[in-house]
């Protein structure tokens, strides 16, 4: 479902980072652990497809995203791939509906209120349909950006720190939420951390170590 070979990538005018081969399969779940710097970052925005790579492949859901750009790119990305960035970002003059309901406009889908307001149900936010993003509490922001990461039901769910800052309670709803939210959807779930709370209840991990410096 999510696979990276021989990946390589280099920020302009700086060394070139790499990666170790891996492979996440359907409904697999697992850390990317890794000191500051070592390239969590890097690694998700890559298998997103909002960084091109330098080299390698990555692999998601039987499509080799290095063969996709422009729109089609976007599409794939709105279709089959999940992120749930570390600062959760909104259309701010949207309500939270029409929040979700633009994430599948976007990635070419036919628009469903009704799957959208059952996934609010889901994560317990069914009241907060159509407020507006400024009126929900940061909790309740990051529950709306894991309805929309899980919208289009994407086979791949890339999550960036998202219990930073969290205290254990919510840290540890956050993680349920993550783990039980993917299961149910079947999509393969990476969440990058430094989050050692995490480590018991995700038991796959991958470890980065110091940044990997190769050649071009
Ligand atoms: N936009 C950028 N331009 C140049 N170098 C960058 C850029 N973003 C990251 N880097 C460098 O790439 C390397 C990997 O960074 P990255 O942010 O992926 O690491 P990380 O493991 O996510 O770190 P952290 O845990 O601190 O978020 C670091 O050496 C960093 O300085």
Redesign the pocket.
Same mark, same amino acid.
């Given at each position: 479902m999510l696979e990276i070979r021989q990946l390589r990538y280099a920020?302009?005018g700086?060394p070139v =980072?790499q990666w170790p081969d891996f492979a996440l399969a359907r409904g697999e779940q697992a850390l990317l652990l890794?000191?500051?710097?070592?390239?969590? @970052? @890097? =690694?998700l925005h890559l298998l997103a497809g909002m960084l091109t790579p330098s080299g390698g492949d990555i692999r998601v859901a039987d499509t080799l995203l290095n063969t996709l750009s422009g729109s089609a790119l976007d599409t794939f990305r709105g279709q089959r791939i999940g992120v749930l960035p570390q600062r959760v970002s909104m259309l701010d003059s949207l309500s939270v509906l029409d929040n979700l309901l633009f994430a599948q406009y976007f990635a070419g889908q036919r628009t469903q209120p009704s799957r959208a307001l059952h996934l609010l149900e889901q994560l317990d936010l069914p009241e907060v349909a159509p407020r507006l993003p400024a009126q929900l509490s940061q909790g309740q922001l990051q529950r709306v950006a894991l309805a929309r990461a899980l919208i289009n039901q994407p086979a791949v769910l890339l999550a960036d720190?998202p219990t930073a800052s969290l205290d254990d309670t919510r840290a540890a709803q956050v993680a349920n939420l993550l783990a039980e939210h993917g299961q149910q959807q079947g999509c393969s779930l990476l969440i990058?951390t430094?989050d050692a709370r995490l480590k018991a209840r995700f038991t796959r991990h991958l470890t =980065?170590t110091e940044?990997i410096r190769g050649q071009a």
């Open positions: 920020y302009p700086r =980072l890794g000191p500051s710097g070592s390239g969590k @970052t @890097t =690694l720190e990058a430094h =980065l940044p």
